[in-house]
Each structure stands twice: as structure tokens, then as C-alpha cells.
């Protein structure tokens, strides 16, 4: 028996991280099947192309639909996902499950304290990081206040940040460690759901070593 997630999956923000989480979770919808929300006030840039999944004929398009465009081709058509061009605003409902990829401390703070932290209608936070040498993944029931207070701790300012840039990255972050930091946390709720529970066990927190060695 196929365990199927059928809840709305929420992607806010598609920038490295985020467009190639949306790729992963269409690649899923074996597991994955409920409404895919996707959720970005940004257009596409040339310098976008670089590292994020957008095309050259993207450029100043809206990403919320350059990205549909890319999920009608990568389901054939399948996924529709629900599309908002716009900043999530703190303190607007959510539901389901939510991936948080936008690239700034203090705006995922603020929409973790507004619209998730204890939110019933909210199943699982996945909040996922990548730089040059690690992949962070957190993986937060939002009514369980001691899950929340271990985000809390590893939370930090904006201008306190090594790691700054797209999707929790640095700017130089290279498409491969965001494609695996984002293969990795679909994974994570792929294996939860075929365990029929999103919060299965105490293991919230991921942190992989990202290394490559020249031959």
C-alpha cells in the first residue's frame, strides 16, 4: 500500500532552494498528491538563470509563473499548482505542509511566529539551509513547543549571518548543493508519509557535510 500525503504543500519562496523543492515534490506526487501552493513576489532576473531553475526566456517574468510553466513540463501536464505572485505577508493563514525558503532570518522568523507557531492547521515546518559546505534541515511540528524552541535556537539575525543569500545560502551557493539540500528535505517527508505520520520520531534536525575532493 502507497501512503499518500494529501494535505496542501505549501513552497514560500522559489529561488534556489525553493524552485528545486517545488522540482523534487512534482517528482514525488506518488507520495505527494495534495494542492502545491507556490508563493513568490519576485520576477526572474538574468543572474537567476544561474543558479535557480529559470530560463532565459523567463527573464522578467513573474517566478510563481515561470516556475508553473517548468511543473506542467516536468508533470506533463499532471500538476497545476496554486500560484500566488506575491510576498507571504506574516500573520496570513497557512495550512498543510509548509516549506519556508525565503532568504531572509527575520522574515522566516516573523512568518514562523505569525502564521505557524502553534497554527492545528499547520501538520509539519520544513525550513531548509545550504551553503558552500553544509545542508541544514529542520523538520518542526509547530504545536509542539519544544520543537519550536529548538528552532528558536538555532534562529539567528540577518546581520549575524555566515550564510546569507538565496534560500538561507550564500551568494556564491553552487545549483548542486541547493539541488541536494532540496532533494534531501523531500525526501525526508516522503519517508514520513510512508510511515503514515509527518512527525515520527524526535529526529528534527538534519545537518550534512557537504564536501568535494579533486582527483
Not at 534541515?137 to 538565496?166: C, I, S
Not at 548542486?176 to 524526535?202: F, H, K, M, N, P
Request: charged residues 25%; negative net charge.
Amino acid at each position: 500500500m502507497v501512503h499518500k500525503l494529501m494535505l496542501p504543500v505549501h513552497v514560500i519562496g522559489i529561488g534556489a532552494g525553493g524552485s528545486r523543492t517545488v522540482r523534487h515534490l512534482v517528482s514525488e506526487r506518488t507520495h505527494i498528491a495534495g494542492p502545491l501552493h507556490i508563493c513568490d513576489g519576485d520576477s526572474v532576473e538574468e543572474k537567476n538563470c544561474k543558479n535557480q531553475l529559470y530560463q532565459p526566456s523567463h527573464v522578467g517574468m513573474r517566478k510563481v509563473h515561470a516556475l508553473a510553466e517548468q511543473v506542467r513540463a516536468w508533470s506533463e501536464g499532471d500538476v497545476v499548482p496554486v500560484l500566488r505572485p506575491e510576498y507571504f505577508t506574516p500573520g496570513e493563514p497557512l495550512s498543510g505542509v509548509v516549506f519556508l525558503c525565503v532568504d531572509k532570518m527575520h522574515v522566516r522568523k516573523a512568518i514562523i511566529d505569525a502564521s505557524i507557531r502553534g497554527n492545528r492547521a499547520v501538520s509539519l515546518l520544513i525550513e531548509a539551509r545550504g551553503d558552500t559546505e553544509n545542508a541544514l534541515m529542520h523538520f518542526v511540528d509547530p504545536n509542539d513547543e519544544k520543537q519550536m524552541q529548538q528552532w528558536d535556537r538555532y534562529w539567528y539575525p540577518d546581520d549575524e549571518a555566515v550564510n546569507q543569500g538565496d534560500c538561507g545560502g550564500v551568494p556564491t551557493v553552487g545549483p548542486r548543493v541547493a539541488d541536494i539540500t532540496a532533494y534531501l528535505a523531500v525526501q525526508e517527508l516522503v519517508r514520513r508519509v510512508s510511515l503514515s505520520s509527518l512527525t515520527v520520531g524526535q529526529d528534527c534536525q538534519f545537518r550534512i557535510k557537504l564536501q568535494t575532493y579533486a582527483w
